[in-house]
Nanobody
């Protein structure tokens, strides 16, 4: 059974940085692809970033590319999201996600491709 636990959210000012962590249970150690989604009040859950072990690449939404960096420590079994130059529109509940199998690139952006979610960690960007 796979369990994901996020941490690191908080209240920050515009331009600040945060690092989110997602600790995965032992069952997720062999997982190929993991990622981050976020959901703001009244909006649908949206893709933020994903990391694929098979290609050793990270993929980003256009809204965060160049500001956010996703990485995975395979020894510690932790997924990270480093967020720089945060903006008020980044305010949302951030979820860690596990994709089953070896998802194709185009499927990474779809929440329907995820089979395990964390409980979420709140990020609020406000002056």
């Amino acid at each position: 059974q796979v369990e994901l636990v996020e941490s690191g959210g908080g209240l920050v000012q515009p331009g600040d940085s945060l690092r989110l962590s997602c600790a995965a249970s032992e069952g997720a150690r062999s997982t190929n692809a993991m990622g981050w989604f976020r959901q703001a009040p009244g909006k649908e859950r949206e893709f933020v970033a994903a990391v694929r072990r098979s290609t050793n690449n990270a993929y980003y939404s256009s809204s965060v590319k160049g500001r956010f960096t996703a990485s995975r420590d395979y020894n510690k079994n932790i997924l990270y999201l480093h967020m720089n130059n945060l903006k008020p529109e980044d305010t949302a509940l951030y979820y860690c996600a596990r994709y089953p199998g070896n998802p194709i690139l185009s499927s990474l952006r779809a929440a329907e491709s995820v089979d395990v979610w964390g409980q979420g960690t709140q990020v609020t960007v406000s002056s």
